[in-house]
T-cell receptor
Framework: DGGITQSPKYLFRKEGQNVTLSCEQN?????MYWYRQDPGQGLRLIYYSQIVNDFQKGDIAEGYSVSREKKESFPLTVTSAQKNPTAFYLC????????????FGQGTRLTVV | GENVEQHPSTLSVQEGDSAVIKCTYSDSASNYFPWYKQELGKGPQLIID?????GEKKDQRIAVTLNKTAKHFSLHITETQPEDSAVYFCAASIRYSTLTFGKGTMLLVSP
């Protein structure tokens, strides 16, 4: 089945540690996105990439980093510089850059302990 | 940049009633307006979308209306069922740009 796979579903991190969230898609989509979701805040864009080896900051990029070495993969690293990393993280993809249906993964819930 | 406002934040209805969720957007250049449904612990899924050259679109019990002049669009769900209970998000985008989402509406349908 085609889709977006995020792993792990739940992730616990100690303060001061970096952690990487995985996102893989087999939809042959060009663009991929990372969103952060907090209660009552909707979906806020962290980073996006419209082509391999290129990515742009979204609205809340501070404390996060990404890479796009393969079309299928767009991992997100939550660094120790992110002051409040506990949240639900969603990865999405579109066939081309925006303005069309976005397909979402099932999310990763990150908790700092 | 684009700003999307969504109301209400929570909506409770009885099974069989209609539900309406409203969104406004700020950028008159926006031309794509999707609606997503998110169930607890899952990723959002597209339920209906509309482009700026269309005023209304229906798909069985759900419909979306768009008023470009007023810069607002609405989701209408008729004959609500308990399985419609979820969080609904509206969004807007400009061609070749990213989606900007509203903050969501939690819909609760009571049997």
């Amino acid at each position: 089945d085609g889709g977006i796979t995020q792993s792990p579903k739940y992730l616990f991190r100690k303060e001061g540690q970096n952690v990487t969230l995985s996102c893989e898609q087999n939809l042959n989509h060009d663009a991929m996105y990372w969103y952060r979701q907090d209660p009552g805040q909707g979906l806020r864009l962290i980073y996006y990439s419209q082509i391999v080896n290129d990515f742009q900051k979204g609205d809340i990029a501070e404390g996060y980093s990404v890479s796009r070495e393969k079309k299928e993969s767009f991992p997100l690293t939550v660094t120790s510089a992110q002051k409040n990393p506990t949240a639900f993280y969603l990865c999405a993809s579109t066939p081309r850059g925006g303005n069309t249906e976005a397909f979402f993964g099932q999310g990763t819930r990150l908790t700092v302990v | 940049g684009e700003n999307v406002e969504q109301h209400p934040s929570t909506l409770s209805v009885q099974e069989g009633d209609s539900a309406v969720i409203k969104c406004t957007y700020s950028d008159s250049a926006s031309n794509y307006f999707p609606w997503y449904k998110q169930e607890l612990g899952k990723g959002p899924q597209l339920i209906i979308d509309i482009r700026s050259n269309v005023g209304e679109k229906k798909d069985q019990r759900i419909a979306v209306t768009l008023n470009k002049t007023a810069k607002h669009f609405s989701l209408h769900i008729t004959e609500t069922q308990p399985e419609d209970s979820a969080v609904y998000f509206c969004a807007a985008s400009i061609r070749y740009s990213t989606l900007t989402f509203g903050k969501g509406t939690m819909l609760l349908v009571s049997p």
